[in-house]
């Protein structure tokens, strides 16, 4: 079948009024290459496709030469472009996983950088493009996705809910956060005669999420505007073809995240729930791993599917995984090093505490996650010795609002861990992942991008950042796999020098012209390390804020045409 279906919705003028937006931003901004001809992609309408159907989604960019060939890290998701340029059918079968896949367009003459696109379990609904006659709204049936655009400015789309008395509306906006569009998104649950209820502007960054429990059943409205990501001068809801979003609406179960916000990569584990009208507590749930896609540098990623059909990203590890007090009564926990700790601050000014246990001279690494997985808590972490003392706190990291310290004990004996919100918030959406480990030596490999581009006959030269972790003292192989003809080409990171921080890899050239993917992976070769045996793919970071792909691609193209 085909996603087809229209949602008539009404749009709504409301006065020009000013705000105030301030936007605490980072990013990291890979050096770009002159393309001549090959796809670029600047978004996707809609931006996600349900599970089990076929969609057609819209594609805009530059496609000098259509159609395309398009790559996919999913296995289950199939891209047919369309005869007419800039139209797709997106194929997700039912073996797919909710939550980001990515797509990478390429051809004779280069690749586009990937973009992401959404996998639902959710019914889908096209928003209509026409405003309907007064008084002839459609009730939106729930739960479901609608995929709307702003499209110009002072634009505002409502949509007419159910709810029953008891339930919570809870309605989530996808846009900034997950596909980098440029706007900025409020979300509001109003009476049928527009009286605000409930609004948030930034639950997942900019991304709202709004939730209402509903006090007497009837009929409720759901609308969202956008202001500009990037602020301007202008006093005024903004909107362009851009401007696109899926908005998930529900009165039914819904999961926000299942605790621990971790997962065994070899077993299932017994899930605590958190969220909205839920009808059970737990859930044993296995994870389904994503091969070419890292959101740690540790693990590999994998997504749990909860009863709701919803998708959640975790880290898979054989490590200790824990669960903090939801009650927040004062009470503490004892941690293994290393181990996983997931837990939620569920009041203002509440905080978790976790015991361990330390040798003398050990060296340990507190890493906290929350914003940068779409949560709310901006945390602060200390550790304290067993008289109380401080011995070390971090706010926040370089470039972001999660906190990470590394401290080396001088004396050993039972310490803890203590988290809490930098401001002392509190509330369901304040989860977080501490991560405690011993920093012993490790390395990360880093490319500025992720698509390489050479004509036949050049040979085409790769740089590798080596990220040198614990005072990594061990030579780095870094490998390069998957290049025409199958060469072997290695190039050799030493713990000193220059090659100690970055190497060069040299793809000599080929004579036929070719588009493929490729990886490269760094080993050591050091028989007496613990971390022999163990391979660490390279990976370039994509548009959002929590993934980084392995997958490259490299074109070998024909050359300029005379």
Not at 26 to 33: F, G, H, I, K, T
Not at 303 to 312: N, Q, S
């Amino acid at each position: 079948m085909r996603c087809a279906t229209n949602l008539t919705r009404h749009r709504w003028q409301l006065p020009r009024w000013g705000t105030c937006v301030f936007l605490i931003a980072s990013s990291c901004l890979a050096p770009m290459r002159a393309r001549a001809e090959g796809p670029a992609v600047s978004y996707l309408f809609p931006t996600t496709v349900t599970i089990g159907v076929e969609t057609e989604v819209q594609v805009k960019g530059t496609f000098a030469n259509w159609p395309p060939q398009a790559w996919t890290s999913e296995p289950g998701l199939h891209v047919t472009p369309a005869d007419e340029s800039g139209k797709l059918t997106v194929a997700a079968a039912a073996t797919c996983v909710p939550g980001l896949a990515w797509l990478r367009f390429y051809d004779e003459t280069g690749a586009s950088q990937v973009k992401a696109i959404g996998l639902t379990s959710f019914p889908s609904k096209l928003e209509a493009t026409a405003a309907p006659p007064p008084n002839d709204t459609q009730v939106l049936d729930v739960p479901t996705v609608v995929h709307g655009r702003l499209a110009k400015n002072d634009e505002v789309d409502s949509y007419l809910v159910h709810a029953e008395q008891g339930h919570t509306l809870v309605a989530r906006l996808d846009s900034h956060f997950d596909f980098q569009t440029p706007m900025d998104g409020v979300l509001q649950i109003c009476t049928r005669d527009g009286v605000v209820l409930a609004q948030n502007d930034d639950a997942r960054g900019l991304d709202p999420i709004c939730t209402y429990q509903v006090p007497t059943a009837g009929d409720y409205l759901v609308r969202c505007f956008a202001f500009p990501a990037s602020p301007n001068s202008a006093i005024r809801f903004a909107g362009g073809d851009d401007y696109v979003y899926a908005l998930y609406v529900s009165t039914g179960p819904w999961v926000e995240y299942a605790l621990p916000l971790a997962g065994r990569d070899d077993e299932s584990t017994d899930y605590e729930l958190v969220g909205w009208n839920l009808t059970q507590s737990r859930e044993l749930l296995s994870a389904r791993p994503l091969p070419h896609q890292r959101t740690s540098n540790l693990w590999q990623t994998g997504v749990l599917t909860t009863a709701d059909g919803r998708g959640h990203v975790v880290p898979l590890t054989s490590w200790p995984l824990v669960v903090g007090s939801e009650d927040d009564d004062g009470s503490r926990r004892t941690i293994e090093i290393p181990s996983i700790t997931s837990g939620y601050l569920s009041r203002a000014d509440s905080a978790h505490e976790y015991e361990f246990e330390v040798a003398a001279g050990q060296k340990l690494e507190f890493l906290v996650e929350s914003q940068s997985l779409g949560f709310e808590l901006d945390s602060w972490v200390e550790v304290f010795d067993d008289s109380g003392t401080t011995v070390a706190s971090n706010d926040d990291q370089k470039k972001a609002l999660d906190s990470r310290l590394e401290h080396e004990f001088t004396n050993g004996g039972t310490y803890r861990v203590h988290i809490r919100d930098r401001f002392r918030h509190g509330g369901l959406r304040h989860a977080y992942r501490l991560t405690v480990r011993p920093a012993t030596p490790d390395f990360l490999l880093e490319l500025a991008t992720g698509e390489h581009q050479t004509d036949v006959g050049k040979s085409l030269e790769v740089e590798v950042q080596v990220r040198r972790l614990g005072g990594c003292p061990w030579p780095i192989r870094v490998e390069a796999r998957g290049i025409p003809g199958d060469a072997t080409i290695v190039a050799e990171s030493q713990p000193e020098g220059d090659s100690a921080n970055s190497v060069k890899l040299t793809l000599p050239g080929s004579d036929t012209p070719s588009s493929l993917p490729w990886e490269i992976v760094g080993i050591v070769d050091d028989e007496n390390q613990a971390i022999q045996d163990r391979e660490v793919k390279a990976t370039f970071a994509t548009p959002h804020p929590q993934w980084r792909l392995s997958q490259c691609w490299l074109t070998v193209a024909a050359g300029a045409k005379p």
